[in-house]
């Protein structure tokens, strides 16, 4: 669905929004972005849509985040709306990949490259872990943040597979949410 023409965000706004979005933000902090450029700064849709559009994009095959703009772009121009924030997001991306990928088989050497690479990876990490915190409410409270930084400690930094992880973490969350409930 649609909104009302009367509420619909211009495709030059639009394009500005995603391009943003897009052009600075990459790894796990981009729903972060989302959040804060088309909740916050725009009013284009409030919470409980952006929620909803989060966890349609994760139920349906592909990238999340790509289905999120998509999804996003759709609920506020239709398709026409839906394509211009897919292209704005991948766009800037794919541009960069592109071309740092001509100049390491052009000849630059790994001394420079290696460290954009390490820098980046930095970087994704970080807008993870700003993620986290800004939808903390998504978590369920206090509660959820244990399991949610048990979850990284194991599978990150402890390097546990994911099988091990969700052995683990499932029910030491079941057990918060049932001593929770108590």
Do not use: H, K
Not at 15 to 28: K, N
Not at 35 to 55: K, N, Y
């Amino acid at each position: 669905m649609t909104r009302p023409a009367t509420e619909r965000p211009a495709f030059r706004s639009m394009l500005r929004s995603f391009g943003l979005i897009g052009a600075i933000s990459f790894g796990g902090g981009r729903a972060a972005y989302f959040q804060d450029e088309l909740v916050r700064r725009r009013g284009w849709i409030d919470d409980d849509e952006f929620l909803e559009a989060v966890a349609v994009s994760q139920v349906i095959p592909g990238p999340n985040i790509g289905n999120l703009a998509a999804y996003l772009g759709q609920r506020l121009r239709g398709v026409r709306g839906a394509a211009l924030a897919l292209a704005c997001l991948v766009t800037p991306g794919a541009t960069a990949i592109v071309a740092l990928a001509w100049l390491y088989f052009n000849g630059m050497p790994t001394s420079v490259t290696e460290p954009v690479g390490m820098g980046v990876a930095a970087a994704a990490a970080g807008l993870a872990a700003a993620a986290l915190v800004r939808l903390r409410g998504g978590l369920g409270g206090v509660p959820g943040v244990p399991v949610a930084v048990l979850t990284f400690v194991l599978f990150g930094p402890m390097g546990w597979p994911i099988y091990a992880v969700l052995a683990v973490c499932i029910p030491a969350s079941l057990a918060i949410t049932i001593a929770r409930r108590r």
